[in-house]
């Protein structure tokens, strides 16, 4: 190695130094004030980008986490991606995995997430679900690319899954959806885990943006009279008692 390579080795070394040990309030500050549309915004934020915290994170001007930790993980970067261990220790959702960051996109990996359904949903982007329960991610890989994912595994549960709209909120039971990937489709295999309603199906995401749910929901021989009601607004049974939903639609980026 000649002596110019080594003054640029060191160069480097010197600068890449620098920039870890730099706030990482002064790192968000640059990177926001050039992207300042992003949704996503960190405040109270302590430490540097290799270990530090962040007192909120909100998310289209909603909270959607408290007292966020991170800490790099230098192994890494021999994936090409810059990675962290990041957890939570305070609710609305509580969450513990790795996250990485590279020119493929955005890899998260053994994450596990719960929180209450609400909360979950307004970190997918949904204000208002007319439903309450305790939710539970277990995410085994997930790749986004765009914000968009792109190959997932793992699994969501509902527990304790109540309907709201009702003068006195109604409980369901509980749910499980199986994540996977399926000709470049996101899929969730939805069935009861126990409950007053049989409940099957699935759910897809598709490269396009757009989205198709399709189930079919019997209410079971021990469900309260108000969930069969709740199911005729989703229109007549068939032969078999089921009743049919189904909605399509696309996310806007």
Do not use: C
């Amino acid at each position: 190695m000649t002596t110019r390579h080594l003054l640029i080795a060191a160069g480097t070394a010197f600068v890449l130094g620098l920039f870890a040990q730099a706030p990482a309030a002064v790192i968000y500050g640059w990177v926001f004030a050039r992207q300042p549309d992003t949704p996503v915004r960190l405040f109270g934020i302590e430490g540097t980008i290799v270990s530090g915290s962040a007192r909120y994170v909100m998310h289209g001007g909603q909270p959607l986490l408290t007292d966020l930790h991170w800490s790099l993980q230098p192994w890494a970067l021999l994936l090409g991606r810059l990675g962290y261990h990041v957890r939570t220790t305070s609710t609305p959702l509580l969450l513990d995995g790795r996250l990485g960051i590279g020119f493929g996109g955005t890899h998260i990996d053994a994450l596990k997430a719960s929180g209450e359904l609400g909360a979950l949903a307004a970190a997918a982007g949904q204000s208002f679900v007319p439903f309450v329960g305790q939710a539970g991610i277990d995410v085994h890989t997930l790749r986004l690319r765009d914000g968009w994912p792109v190959t997932a595994t793992g699994q969501l549960r509902v527990i304790g899954l109540h309907w709201t709209l009702a003068r006195q909120p109604i409980l369901l039971g509980d749910y499980q959806a199986d994540l996977g990937t399926e000709s470049g489709e996101i899929t969730a295999l939805i069935h009861t885990l126990s409950g007053v309603l049989d409940v099957s199906g699935d759910a897809r995401l598709k490269p396009d943006r757009s989205y198709e749910l399709n189930l079919q929901l019997r209410p079971r021989p021990d469900a309260p009279p108000m969930v069969a009601n709740l199911l005729r607004s989703v229109g007549a049974p068939d032969a078999q008692g089921y009743y049919r939903l189904r909605r399509t639609g696309k996310m806007t980026p």
